[in-house]
């Protein structure tokens, strides 16, 4: 299953429920709604500054990945941004893909 990480920002009432919750029950939530979309968690971690949580979780795809972003977003309690993750094994298989590209140049 692809991996994705999600970089987590918490708005102020976000902050308040893991403030009044924990962390590890934030954590169990998480875990609850990504295995409720067939996908897994593999990693949660809270953090210091701009990104207030990474979460890395295996998804179907990327309309799974997407629904669990935007249900997080709609819920107003964070802000989040989404990176897909790629294995040592698939940049192998994309570098040896002939892609044609011609740059931008300045005439």
Known sequence: MPKYLFEVSYTVDGAKGVLAHGGSARREA?????????????AFYFAFGGTD?????????????????LAVAASGAATLRT???LTPEELDAASAQQVAYRPPVSS
């Open 30 to 42: 998480i875990r609850e709604s990504v295995e409720q979309a067939g996908g897994h968690l593999e």
């Open 53 to 69: 949580a990474y979460v890395i979780a295996e998804h179907d795809g990327n309309i799974t990945a997407a629904a669990q972003a």
């Open 83 to 85: 990176v897909v993750l």
